[in-house]
């Protein structure tokens, strides 16, 4: 049985502390995912490499988070927050992790380099990805005065704002997903057909970063309008 200080401990007088804590651990992984992509246009594959396993550790470290906060969660106790809607926004930060992992180990794995045309758009579209992370990881981290206040007030007008930010950010990810869909689209016979289906899946991989991001902030939205 899991004893009531360890809970304490885990928790202390947060019920979404470790919620946090997992966030912060989620956005230093997608946080490195600008320069690992600045390494590849160099193809400099030692530092891809190297910055591919810091992305994967830091993965890892989320993944413990995880595994912890579902593992001692109180079952039997009041929580000022819904324990399933606690869990639902834990899937979504750890699928962020999962996903800048993906991306960096295929792009790796494959030696895989953003055509120079399209470079700059994608630099941008990973910048928005990681923005839309960021944005995410900021209404998190207003969760406990949101619980502190009992969801009123001046703090809800507060991450409601923010999350209004961050569904423009998401907006603007779509936008620069389809530009680089379609510029992807006009050099694509020129390429190998093999290298244009990868290319795809990192492009909708990076759209979904930004995707996921937009959901923590939807399941938080959820949350106020209770």
Known sequence: MVSRNYIYRLFGDSPVRPLQKHMTKVFKCINELPAFVKATYNNDWDEAAKLRSKIAD?????????????????????LPVDRRDLLEVLTMQDKIANRAQDIAGLMVGRHMVIPASMQATFTEFMQRSVEAAAMARKAVNEMDELVETGFRGKEVTLVESILNDLDDIESDSDRLQREIRSQLFEIEKELDPVDVMFLYKVIDGTGDLADLAERVGSRLQLLLAR
């Open 58 to 78: 830091l993965e890892s470290d989320a993944d413990k988070l995880k595994k912890q906060l579902r593992m001692h969660l109180p079952k039997g106790v009041m």
